[in-house]
């Protein structure tokens, strides 16, 4: 997610081939349109005037009526703008493809039902990552033909490369940096790691937040999952280490530790051991621009305090994993954590500062406590330091709330307290007493308790509704945080509501939503496929391919950034603040940060079986 000063760039982009218009949402009858697990929740939700129940019928592939039933009346919903009822058709079990669920004339899109509708989805998601990776050849045999493309920024012209790149000029830094003093003369080699969104920067603390969920993928799957085959697999995904004994969504975890391992400031230099926030072009580039043709120069950003603890948050939660099946590399990646957290205390407030940046997003946070805590939390179980614990009880968030924010998003990169939460609660029940991991236990069950009582009153089923009646940036990512609390809250438990809540919450993101569209390209029959990208940019260029299965867009977002979305979304209801454009880049861009979510929660759904 970047707030970014594109006016100039998208007005000057040339739209030749996709009209611009939004993806439809003709029909009334609103479903998952990839499907149901057979003993999961099966909902649809209904889009009518109609003040009284309305009676509808399930048919197969066939046009056979398998079930009648009728529907409840809901009435008017303010964050949609629509006048809906809901069909539970749960009872219905049988597997099978093409069901449809009609009422009157109006007919729903296509649908299974089958108990590995999520597999595909797992596995498009985590390979989706290697699309993204900077410094290496995404090859044809690994990736296809459209997807193919040369490394990006390894100094072959024009690139410039990130091979030794400069810190940004002394000029520029000193208008930037206005609370600290920050100079450089060194450059760096930065090479590797993934492209953020839909630019060619690289942050750490999106990075930070993305390795360490596809981390909890690996981690979480090994210790609470039906069957763990996917997540430990060194043979599904698509990328170059297949097969070399570790499980690929390490493989591609380690892709990105090993980029943000070299964002360490060196050793004599002023801030020493402290992490660079970011690299990325120093002028924005248009759309469409692949990697490896960017002739942009390069700069290294002031370190912050946020990435350093990122990078030590990232690491020890890193070394966890990665010492069952490289212990060198485990090791060196516990080295870098603890030697990031001396650092951060030493320096404790270096801020990222907010505002527009030329080639790249800020990505400011002023408030470090949370990702303290964070790295606390990370190598407090790596390690089970009492040192570590003692940053822990001695954060604000010990045993506070955490989770609510206004009832926004769980957790993101710049809220990283609700994170850490779930981690001590799902992996630190051998470490801590028993009366505090009761205590964080306990803070995670009773926040998705909550989350579900916000999904009740959700005519589409999603657990996320803002207090505000506004939705945020990046809302369907908001969104699989929150399922994630949920499924945790199910680990902890095993009461089936919490497994019944994320599973229906998958709906939104799959097409029942206000504008019938599912979320994540390639899946439905209705789906986004123009986000913003610079390479993944049919839109803009029809040589180009459109972003990969399993790419999730952002979602619909109140504030209406960009130009695209202001002509033509103005005064949208919150769910409708969506187009299909790849100049909406601020409801339609995609993120290495938006997709790990995605990543762990279509494992979770796809391994988890009620006995």
Known sequence: MIHRCLLMLLAAIS??????????????????????LPDGPKFATIVSSSDKPLKFQLTDAKGVSVLKGVTKVLGVDAMSGLKTQKADFSIYQKPGENYRLAIGGSSSSPFSISASIYDRLSLDTQSWFYLARSGIEIREDIAGKAYARP??????????????????????????????????????????????????????????????????????GRLFASNAANVLSDQRSRLPEQGNGVPDILDEARWELEFMLKMVVPEGQPFAGMVHHKVHDTAWTGLPMLPHNDPQPRA??????????????????????????????????????????????????????????????AYGDGDLSDEFYWAATELYLATSDETYLSGIKNSPYWDGDVFSRGGHGAFDWANTAGLARLHLALYGRKLLAPKDWEIVKTS???????????????????????????????????????????????????????????????????????????????????????????????????????????????????SLVDDFSKAKLAGCAPQQCYFDNIEAYGSNEITINWNAPLV????????????
């Open 600 to 611: 762990y929660m279509a494992n979770f759904i796809d391994n988890t079986r009620v006995k």
């Open 15 to 36: 739209i030749h081939t996709v009209p611009t218009v939004a993806l439809s949402a003709e029909t009334s009858v609103r479903v998952n349109q990839l499907g149901y």
């Open 151 to 220: 490394a990006g920024h390894v100094g072959v012209a024009p690139n410039l490369g990130d091979t030794s790149v400069p810190c940004l000029d002394n000029e520029t830094a000193a208008k930037i940096y206005t609370s600290f003093k920050w100079q450089c003369s060194y450059t760096l080699d930065v090479s590797g790691g993934w492209y953020d969104a839909g630019d060619q920067g690289k942050y750490v603390v999106n990075a930070g937040i993305a390795v360490s969920q596809l981390v909890d993928t690996v981690e979480r």
């Open 444 to 558: 995670v069950v009773s926040a998705a308790e909550r989350f579900i009582r916000l999904q009740q009153k959700e005519p589409f089923g999603q657990i996320y509704r803002p207090d505000n009646g506004k939705y945020d940036w990046g809302s369907n990512h908001s969104l699989l945080q929150n399922m994630i609390v949920v499924s945790a809250a199910y680990d902890l438990t095993k009461r089936p509501e919490f497994l019944t809540s994320v599973r229906e919450s998958m709906d939104y993101l799959l097409g029942r939503n206000a504008i019938n569209t599912s979320y994540i390209t390639g899946y439905g029959t209705s789906f986004s496929k123009n986000q913003h990208s610079r390479w993944f940019a049919r839109q803009a260029d029809q040589s180009l391919p459109n972003p990969p299965f399993g790419s999730l867009a952002g979602g619909p977002n109140s």
């Open 300 to 361: 290294l950003y002031a370190p912050s305090t946020a990435a350093t603890l990122n990078l030590a948050a990232a690491a020890a939660q890193g070394a966890r994993l990665f010492k069952d099946y490289d212990d060198q590399f485990a090791a060196r990646l516990l080295t870098s954590a603890k030697q990031a957290w001396s650092a951060a205390q030493t320096h404790p407030d270096i801020i990222a500062p907010s505002g527009n940046f030329d080639g790249g997003g």
